[in-house]
């Protein structure tokens, strides 16, 4: 009977051991999970940066990355100088977090004006496995972030695109201010 409730407990030990042992990574796999998101996020990134949210064909090249069906709507676009994935995630269930700092020349509202707002902004993107892939499930704030010169080429076609006099206006006087502001990141870096 003794032997009988040692072997019990041996084996409700080893059980509960072999169920630890599948929760935690090995140094090793914690890395290259850790390199693995930090790919998606920074593909993720790129294309933000690459102006695939504000082109008409670029949530096509996006989607794949995110578990999102549709390009989120927004009202203001920050025109990026530089942007940069911090090195490492928090962890919280299964999901990666990673900020992302983006050094910001300004902002454009969809309504025609662009701001000058030099600023840094911080992100948190969440990667999380989705049917045994890596997706972007989510992302603080709901603007893009656009390199300058995606979005300098993106706004002079909506420019030549324009037909209304004082839409046009405001959208001529938006693309000299940018263009007339200075292109370096803002103090302190």
């Known amino acids: 009977m003794r032997w009988a409730s040692s072997f019990a407990v041996l084996v409700l030990l080893a059980s509960f ?7 935690r990574l090995s140094p090793g796999e914690r890395n290259t999970r850790n390199a693995e998101t930090r790919r998606v ?17 670029g949530w096509a090249r996006m989607q794949p990355l995110t578990t999102l069906r549709e390009n989120p709507e ?31 020349s300004g902002e454009f509202d969809l309504s025609g004006v662009y701001f000058i707002e030099p600023t840094r902004i911080t992100s948190q993107v969440e990667v999380a496995e989705v049917n045994g892939d890596l997706r972007v ?4 704030g709901v603007r893009p ?4 010169p995606r979005f300098e080429q993106w ?12 839409s046009k ?21």
């Open 17 to 23: 051991a072999s169920a630890q042992a599948n929760l």
């Open 41 to 57: 996020v920074g593909n993720y990134c790129r294309l933000d940066y690459d102006g695939a949210r504000i082109l008409p064909d």
């Open 74 to 104: 927004y009202k203001r676009i920050a025109v990026v100088i530089r942007y940069q994935v911090v090195a490492e995630p928090r962890v919280d269930h299964g999901h990666y977090v990673y900020d992302v700092e983006y050094d910001v």
């Open 137 to 140: 499930v989510n992302v603080s």
């Open 145 to 148: 972030f656009v390199g300058r």
């Open 155 to 166: 706004l002079q076609a909506k420019l030549n695109a324009e037909t209304d006099p004082v």
């Open 169 to 189: 206006a405001n959208l001529e006087a938006s693309l000299q201010r940018m263009q007339s502001q200075e292109k370096k990141p803002i103090q302190g870096q």
